[in-house]
């Protein structure tokens, strides 16, 4: 548990997705009239909520329009608080998703502009209902479905690029869990200092939760499934002749900051060095 100003906590958790909001075009923006509340609160707890309502929110929210998060109020007595959140131009009530997907109490309103009123309450620490979702988790994991879905991406993806499309298409759970951590990565793909830890916070998991979630549905560590991504990206730069992208730029807009271990990593993971890849292909599209 933790004793500051909630405020302060909010606006860091509202400004952590502002970049993938910006990747989809849509404004993300907090306000309150309150700089300073202090409280007791669980911070894992919060995040988890909010980032997981926001992240679909966004999802479905049209490009061009703003997305406003309001501080509302603090109930001490009912250890939680509300946010009003409100999307301009686009009535999204009818988009069950948002509110059945979450464990939160969830009012909609639609207003006359066709804006859309979302009420949250969100609670302030962990409650009963989440422990025992937690023990879910834990149980599913040795599941026949899941499972099955071990056996089928292992020997069905041999090529990491069918891998990568295959989830972005999946409607099911898992391909849901795993769009957004495709989203996210490629949102901050060209940052070096992008890790584990800050794919873990926005996707409001704990490290132990991310890995275990990772590596059931690719068999693979975060850590190995950043890195394909980043790899796969590169290698799809380097096919387009018509970026006239260098290697060291291909490098850098990829996340590496080393030449030497881009290239190594490159030659590991498809057998050829960046250079020569970019240099065949060039000779097979003439």
Known sequence: MNDSNIIEYLKGVIHSLTDVAIEQNVILIF???????????????????????LL???????????????FDELHQLNQNFKLVIIITGIDLTRV????????????????????????LEIPLKINHYENKSAQRYERIRSMPYYLEINNRLTSHFS?????????????????????????????????NEFSVEKL??????????????VKLLTEMSPIQYILLIRLQTAKELLSVSALELNISEVSY?????SNSHFSRAFKKQFGVNPSIYRSK???SNM
């Open 31 to 53: 306000v309150s009239t309150l700089r300073n509340l202090n409280t007791s609160y669980d911070k894992d707890v919060i995040r988890s909520h909010l980032v997981k309502f």
């Open 56 to 70: 679909l929110l966004i999802k479905y929210t049209p490009s061009r329009q703003k997305v406003s998060v309001f």
């Open 96 to 119: 069950t998703e948002l509110t059945l997907s979450s464990q939160l109490k969830i009012d909609t309103k639609c207003l006359t502009d066709h804006s859309t009123i979302f009420t």
């Open 159 to 191: 090529k990491i690029e069918n891998f990568i499309k295959h989830n972005a298409h999946k409607s099911s759970e898992e391909g849901k869990f795993l769009k957004r951590v495709n989203l996210i990565v490629t949102t901050y793909l060209h940052n």
């Open 200 to 213: 873990s916070l926005a996707m409001a998991m704990s490290r132990t939760q991310l890995y275990r979630k």
């Open 253 to 257: 807009k990829v996340g590496f900051i």
């Open 281 to 283: 292909n060039s000779e």
